[in-house]
């Protein structure tokens, strides 16, 4: 019996439009109604998580800031910030960049001004509350992830350099295709997923996942139902055992409907 859904939002639950489907909150109701929760599993941070999805916030969980963060029954379950010292570092990385980065943080997101630069596009529909900084000496607050906006392709070699100056002292992802995120080693949506499951003793057995990109693999191998969209890279699917129709053609959607009306396939 499928008591936890969790699911990734760009190119997975959203369309390319980056808007959240209005016919998941119905659907969200529907799977509480029947005792399953509902957890967004995103790069984003816990504020636009929950404005995200602000018609039925207070009724799920959450996995933020790509695994930094994990939420059950409003109350932080996992939380693993970035060391200062590696802020510092990749901040002073970022200087001889051609990159905008962003600090994800506990009550907001700090940036470099970002109005009428190439950036703000890229920037607006992932970080609604967001505080300009200068030095990092300005920040009283956890940061949970960093982000880094490369137009150019992190695969470019930005993504090859910035693991080379971390040298192991936190990791790097690419969670786009203009962005990658540095967060504490060991963090990841799977083991945020996981704090979610023991504070509920949800097993794997009870647990559908979706996801399209890398950062989605350790939330896919938490689940026995493990979607992977059909828009998702061909080397992807080897991490799922099933395929979900793709995110424009609201794949998530209908399984989620399969679920609440009874008709799911276990």
Not at 158 to 178: F, H, N
Not at 241 to 255: H, T
Request: negative net charge.
């Amino acid at each position: 019996m499928v008591k936890l859904v969790a699911t990734d939002l760009d190119g997975t639950l959203l369309g390319d439009d980056k808007a959240v489907p209005e016919d998941v909150f119905p659907l969200i109701r529907a799977l509480a109604d029947k005792g399953v929760l509902f957890v967004p599993a995103s790069g984003r941070s816990p504020y636009t998580l929950r404005e995200n999805f602000r018609p039925v916030a207070d009724m799920i969980d959450y996995v933020c800031d790509n695994g930094a963060v994990a939420i059950a029954s409003g109350k932080t379950v996992l939380s693993r910030p970035v060391p200062r010292e590696t802020v510092r570092d990749v901040l002073e990385f970022c200087k001889g960049e051609e990159v905008h980065v962003l600090l994800c943080g506990s009550r907001t997101t700090y940036l470099a001004p970002v109005e009428g630069t190439k950036y703000e596009p890229h920037v607006k529909p992932y970080y609604f509350r967001r505080v300009a900084f200068d030095e990092l000496a300005e920040i009283e607050d956890d940061i949970n992830k960093i982000a880094i906006c490369d137009m150019r392709g992190p695969r470019n070699g930005s993504y090859e350099r910035l693991v080379k100056m971390l040298d192991g002292k936190a990791a790097a992802t690419v969670s786009g295709d203009i962005w990658m995120d540095v967060m504490q080693n060991g963090v990841d949506k799977g083991e945020a997923l996981r704090a979610i499951q023991n504070r509920y003793g949800i097993g794997s057995a009870e647990t559908v996942v979706f996801g399209d990109y890398y950062n989605d693999i350790s939330m896919l191998a938490r689940a026995d139902y493990a979607y992977v969209m059909k828009n998702a890279n061909p080397d992807m699917f080897d991490f799922g055992n099933r395929i979900a129709e793709s995110n424009n053609d609201g794949g998530v959607i209908k399984v989620l409907r399969s679920i609440a009306d009874g008709t799911f396939a276990e």
